[in-house]
């Protein structure tokens, strides 16, 4: 088993910046990708970026230039810098994580960004 803990998020000002941050434990030498999702009230959740234990990363096209994940294998743990916020990001972000074949997911943190 795998356990995510998030944190990061909150309230921003358009045009400002949030970095959330995501810490595994439990099970996590089998870990292979981790990253980020996102669901807005009354959407489908939604992928935002991953990024794989050789470094392989994948952006949705809606924060491309914006947004920036990185991993520290070391530390388990997944980061996603988020600049140029609009209103549009305001969402839960869910951590999400692969070990073992499985999916895991964070209980979410909530971003909200102020137009």
């Known amino acids: 088993q795998v356990q995510l803990v998030e944190s990061g998020g909150g309230l921003v000002q358009a045009g400002g910046s949030l970095r959330l941050s995501c810490v595994a434990s439990g099970s996590t030498f089998r870990i292979n990708t981790m990253g980020w999702y996102r669901q807005a009230p009354g959407k489908q959740r939604e992928l935002v970026a991953v990024t794989s234990s050789g470094g392989i990363t994948n952006y949705a096209d809606y924060v491309k230039e914006r947004f920036t994940i990185s991993r520290d294998n070391a530390k388990n743990t997944v980061y996603l810098q988020m600049n140029s916020l609009n209103a549009e990001d305001t969402a839960v972000y869910f951590c999400?994580?692969?070990?073992?074949?499985?999916?895991?997911w964070g209980q979410g943190t909530q971003v909200t960004v102020s137009s």
């Open positions: 999400h994580v692969v070990a073992y074949s499985r999916v895991y």
